[in-house]
């Protein structure tokens, strides 16, 4: 296979070949120069070549060097260098370009093709020797630290040496001749560290340089960030090699960051920011702050105006917005990197709505296009507006990341993982975050860094994740190992609260109040688009009128299951629960129910009054018993008290109630096989209340559902008794209006998936419970897979935990047996999802697919669902 691809004058090779070959970045250059902007040429390794290395045990593949070479020679003749040359000598990058973006985790090496005679090449070239022994230092030290595994500190000695000898304290004091100085003395560490000289041959440096950015695949940070975000399958890294340009010759030089729409509110204005005489690493590492490029024409107004027209070429090429580098060597533009942005849930939304307005997009492009799973930004919560006023601002950074996150100082990566772990909630304090912070980064509910801008490293990780970020808080001064930071007087510790507001930037002392965010505009207009395309319907899990409202106010369909059981949890039943369950007969167990219906029954009115005109499934009790009684000593006392029994009664009934396998114990349809009672005071409270609803005006629209049927013969006795009771409701009122109630049961064992034709003869619906389903399909206990899963992910044995992403391999297939079994029955039959995978997108194509009519998730995840289910459908 052709293992390089150019892009120049000459020819683009790379055009329309696909990412998962050339990588993102590969692909965007010979893009780029297709459509005519100016790009530095040079070439692109494969990421097939990248697989080859590994599976021949790191050996490059032959003839990669031969196409190599004959790629060097047209960029040669394009640009009239040559490498290693005594006067003009051609220089290169060398980049790492996966299919999927890794911002920071992999490795670049800069200025390759400096030697000892090319250097003195570039500095007449140049008519800037200090310029030229600077690019050749920074060389040696990169390519140390980068392709030999060399500590950047051991250089740095170096360094000061220098400086103390010209009497400098900064690097950019030291005069040519130091400098010419310095690479010699760098030469002479990198010989000691690595037992080698310094490459003098440009192409073997480059051939070290791409097996170095192969290796930089596999680090244990870049391994965890695809982890992390649930990068897979990828061959590996495209290494790009391009020609270099400056940004550092001098003050007509500079290099910059942008970003063409604002990738925090998604404002149609162009963002970022440069940095006069710098090197594009200089903005990204965030070592100095860089200016806004709002404010370039005060340095260069026609760079500036080009820089606008470059953003519409790409703006109208790609239709989507760009995240772009760019240098300026002496007063000429160069575009070096351009990639899909990264932006937050906010902006996502804004630009998607304002390209359909803008014609750039359609509105089913819209809809594709946010990622159903960045919806949670715009449900995040903020500060309140009181408690922000009344708050004591320390200080203010740029706003990198928005949302509001409230937390203790942690000081390393490490440290945030560990206490995150331990159930703490963290803010991690950095200078800067460097590519090895991600793990902690992700632990933690908030970044602080003091250095660094907005496209500065932690900002665009932040901001990838929906994780509050203020960056750039000049006025914290951290002491790492005194684990403390002092900021305008006040010194802080570990055991401190801040907040952080990514939307301002403003760092709070202390704990601030949070709010629930508010849904418009952009939003809701996206959502109504979602709709038009969506064939799913969308319920959710509620079991209080609160809940219920609010899912309601997301857009929910009704309620696809209300867990009853929770309501006896409240302190004023809790009681007649357990004097139910201590009952020794079933008199004295109807006289303890009695006393729960009239709960029962308010809290299903005020459910049914919140969903007025939609329907409300409702499940009857599921957990196992003794879930309800308490089982330290002195709660049992405190019962035996309040129930007026001896506590050794109550000791009693707890261990008689006890399970070795609670979960497939006695719960769910066996409790009410076993305590007919319990069925008939629920179903009592459903009709009365639904009654008592239709009395007010509000349409109360319950079914009724039995959990954990294995067998048709439980559904079949227990409908019946269903049937019977709402009968006998009905009568005892003497209503007289419509009532329609469905019955229906949850698929959630996998033998009643395996007879859902049999099942089906006596449900009306079918809604799968996919958190027992999923229990029993994979034989792990729901609660106890905290033990063993992490490992099973970190080996690859799963690729994500089950219980959050349905199986599709082995539960969907049960999924789909039940619709079809079930169906065969009854060819109308509705079913539904209500397992916790209900709201997560790749769940809920999966149901699209199986052929469900609604997916039922948490409230907060229902806009989620909506789009999801949109996207599904297109
Ligand atoms: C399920 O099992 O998927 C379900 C929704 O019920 P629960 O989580 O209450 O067991
Ligand atoms: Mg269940």
């Known amino acids: 296979n052709k293992m390089v691809y150019y892009f120049g004058k000459t020819k683009t090779e790379g055009k329309g070949k696909s990412k998962t070959l050339i990588g993102g970045k590969g692909l965007n250059l010979?893009?780029?120069?297709?459509i005519g902007l100016p790009v530095p040429p040079g070439f692109t390794i494969t990421t097939e070549v990248c697989d080859a290395y590994y599976k021949a045990g790191k050996q490059l593949p032959s003839g990669l060097m031969e196409e190599v070479d004959k790629a060097i020679a047209t960029m040669e003749k394009e640009l009239s260098k040559k490498f290693g040359d005594e006067s003009n000598p051609l220089l290169v990058s060398v980049r790492s370009g996966a299919a999927v973006s890794m911002p920071g985790m992999m490795n670049t090496i800069l200025n390759l093709g400096l030697n000892d005679v090319s250097t003195a090449g570039l500095a007449k070239a140049t008519k800037n020797e200090r310029f030229a022994y600077d690019a050749y230092r920074r060389l040696i030290n990169m390519f140390g630290d980068v392709v030999m595994g060399m500590d950047h500190h051991q250089f740095e000695k170096a360094f000061d040496k220098i400086k103390k000898k010209y009497k400098v304290s900064e690097d950019t004091d030291v005069p040519a001749e130091g400098l010419k100085q310095l690479c010699d003395e760098y030469k002479d560490v990198y010989k000691q560290h690595t037992g080698e000289e310094f490459p003098q041959d440009p192409v073997k440096q480059l051939e070290l340089a791409v097996k170095a950015v192969f290796e930089s695949w596999n680090t244990s940070r870049a391994v965890r960030y695809r982890e992390i975000e649930g990068i897979r399958g990828l061959l590996g890294t495209a290494v790009n090699v391009q020609s270099m340009v400056y940004g550092n010759m001098g003050d007509d030089c500079g290099t910059g960051v942008a970003f063409t729409r604002n990738p925090n509110t998604g404002e149609n204005k162009f963002f970022g920011e440069f940095l006069v005489n710098a090197q594009g690493e200089d903005v990204v590492a965030g070592i100095r702050t860089p200016e806004q490029v709002a404010d370039m024409p005060?340095?260069?107004?026609?760079?500036?105006?080009?820089?606008l027209e470059v953003k519409k070429t790409l703006e109208t090429h790609y239709a989507e917005m760009?995240?772009?580098?760019?240098?300026?060597?002496?007063?000429?533009?160069?575009?070096?990197?351009?990639?899909?942005g990264k932006r937050t849930g906010i902006a996502a939304v804004k630009i998607a709505c304002d390209m359909v307005k803008e014609k750039l997009i359609d509105k089913k492009a819209a809809v594709m296009r946010v990622p159903a799973n960045d919806l949670t930004q715009l449900l995040l919560p903020s500060f309140k507006p009181t408690a922000r006023n009344a708050a004591d601002v320390l200080c203010r950074g740029i706003n990198a990341s928005p949302g509001a996150a409230v937390g203790k100082l942690a000081f390393s990566a490490e440290e945030a993982r560990e206490r995150t772990d331990a159930g703490e909630k963290v803010i991690l304090v950095r200078r800067e975050t460097s590519p090895e912070d991600v793990d902690g980064m992700n632990a933690a509910v908030g970044i602080l860094t003091s250095t660094g801008g907005a496209t500065s490293h932690a900002a665009v990780v932040a901001r990838g994740w929906g994780k509050c970020c203020v960056a750039g808080a000049g006025d914290v001064e951290i002491d790492e190992k005194g684990r403390k930071i002092k900021v305008n007087g006040k010194t802080l510790g570990v055991n401190d609260v801040i907040s952080l507001d990514g939307t301002t930037g403003e760092v709070m002392l202390g704990e601030v109040e949070t709010q629930e965010p508010k849904l418009s505009g952009d939003f809701a207009q996206l959502m109504k688009w979602a709709d038009e395309f969506r064939t799913l319907a969308v319920r959710t899990n509620a079991d209080s009128p609160a809940d219920s409202k609010r899912a309601r106010d997301f857009g929910a369909e009704g309620i696809g299951l209300c867990r009853t059981e929770h309501m006896f949890f409240e302190p004023d039943r809790i009681i007649h629960m357990r004097s139910m369950i201590l009952a020794q007969d079933e008199k004295d167990r109807r006289a303890a129910l009695k006393k729960l219906l009239p709960f029962q029954r308010k809290d299903f009115e005020g459910i049914f009054k919140a969903m007025d005109g939609l329907p409300v499934t409702v499940r009857l009790l599921d957990p196992p018993l003794h879930e309800f009684l308490p089982h330290e000593a002195a709660a049992q006392k405190d019962m035996a008290t309040e129930l007026g029994v001896k506590p050794a009664e109550i000791k009693k009934r707890s261990e008689a109630l006890h399970e070795s396998n609670p979960m497939l114990g006695h719960r769910g349809c066996r409790l009410s096989i076993t305590y007919p009672e319990i069925l008939e005071m629920q179903v009592r409270a459903i009709v009365?209340?639904?009654?008592?609803?239709?009395?007010?005006?509000?349409?109360?629209m319950p079914e009724i559902m039995i959990p954990l049927v294995g067998t048709a013969a439980e559904l079949k006795l227990l409908r019946g008794k269903v049937e019977?009771?709402?009968?006998?409701?009905?009568?005892?009122?003497?209503?007289?209006?419509?009532?329609?109630?469905?019955?229906?049961?949850?698929?959630?064992?996998?033998?009643?998936?395996?007879?859902?034709?049999?099942?089906a003869q006596y449900a009306d619906f079918f809604s799968f419970g996919t958190n027992d389903l999923t229990q029993m399909t994979f034989g792990y206990s729901r609660d106890d897979v905290g033990t063993f899963l992490p490992d099973y992910l970190h080996q690859d044995i799963l690729l994500v935990d089950p219980f959050q992403s349905l199986d599709q391999t082995g539960v969907g297939q049960l999924v789909e047996m039940g619709v079809q079994k079930g169906r065969s029955t009854k060819k109308d039959l509705k079913v539904g999802i209500c397992g916790e995978h209900g709201g997560e997108p790749s769940s809920v194509e999966f149901c699209h697919r199986a052929g469900l009519n609604y997916v039922s998730c948490s409230p907060f995840r229902v806009p989620i669902a909506r789009l999801a289910a949109a996207q599904a459908a297109l």
């Open 298 to 307: 005060k340095w260069n107004r026609a760079i500036y105006k080009e820089l």
């Open 688 to 700: 009365e209340a639904a009654i008592n609803c239709a009395g007010r005006k509000i349409k109360a």
């Open 30 to 34: 010979a893009e780029m120069t297709s």
């Open 322 to 340: 760009q995240d772009i580098e760019f240098t300026i060597e002496r007063g000429t533009l160069f575009m070096l990197q351009t990639r899909t």
């Open 724 to 759: 019977e009771t709402i009968a006998s409701t009905i009568e005892a009122k003497k209503f007289s209006g419509k009532l329609d109630i469905s019955i229906g049961t949850m698929i959630e064992i996998p033998r009643a998936c395996l007879t859902a034709d049999d099942v």
